[in-house]
C-alpha cells in the first residue's frame, strides 16, 4: 500500500508562484512515473505534468501545453517526494492539485495510468 500526502497549496496573486510536495510512505515509487494532475470546480480532472522513475535511465518530464515553460516538476528519491513548482501563476491555474503514483516506470498522461492518488492540495490564484 502507498500513501501520498500533497501540502503547499494556498492562495496567491496572479505572477506568484508556489512548490508543491507529495511524499510517499509505505512501498515507495522510485522506480516508477509520478504525475501531477489538478481539477477545477465543475471540470474533468487534467494532467498536468508527470516524471519518469528510476526504472527509466533519462529520468524524463512531461507537461501539458498550458503549463510548460512555467511549471517545473522533480523528485526526490532519498526523500520519497516529487515537487511541482508553479511560477507565472494565471487565474485559471486555480484548482484541487494531486499526485499520483504510475503504475509503470515512465511518465504518463492518461488518469487510468496511475494507481495511487493523494488526496489534493488546492491552489488559487487571484487576479
Known amino acids: 500500500q502507498v500513501q501520498l500526502v500533497e501540502s503547499g497549496g494556498g492562495l496567491v496573486q496572479a505572477g506568484g508562484s508556489l512548490r508543491l510536495s507529495c511524499v510517499a510512505s509505505?512501498?515507495?515509487?522510485?522506480?516508477?512515473?509520478v504525475g501531477w494532475f489538478r481539477q477545477g470546480t465543475g471540470k474533468d480532472r487534467e494532467f498536468v505534468s508527470a516524471?519518469?522513475?528510476?526504472?527509466?535511465?533519462?529520468?524524463?518530464?512531461y507537461y501539458a501545453d498550458s503549463v510548460k515553460g512555467r511549471f517545473t516538476i522533480s523528485r526526490d528519491d532519498a526523500k520519497n517526494t516529487v515537487y511541482l513548482e508553479m511560477h507565472s501563476l494565471k487565474p485559471e491555474d486555480t484548482a484541487v492539485y494531486y499526485c499520483?503514483?504510475?503504475?509503470?516506470?515512465?511518465?504518463?498522461?492518461?488518469?487510468?495510468?496511475?494507481?495511487?492518488w493523494g488526496q489534493g492540495t488546492q491552489v488559487t490564484v487571484s487576479s
Open positions: 516524471i519518469s522513475g528510476n526504472g527509466d535511465t533519462t529520468g524524463t518530464t
Open positions: 509505505g512501498r515507495t515509487f522510485s522506480n516508477l512515473g
Open positions: 499520483a503514483r504510475a503504475r509503470g516506470v515512465y511518465y504518463y498522461i492518461r488518469v487510468n495510468d496511475y494507481d495511487y
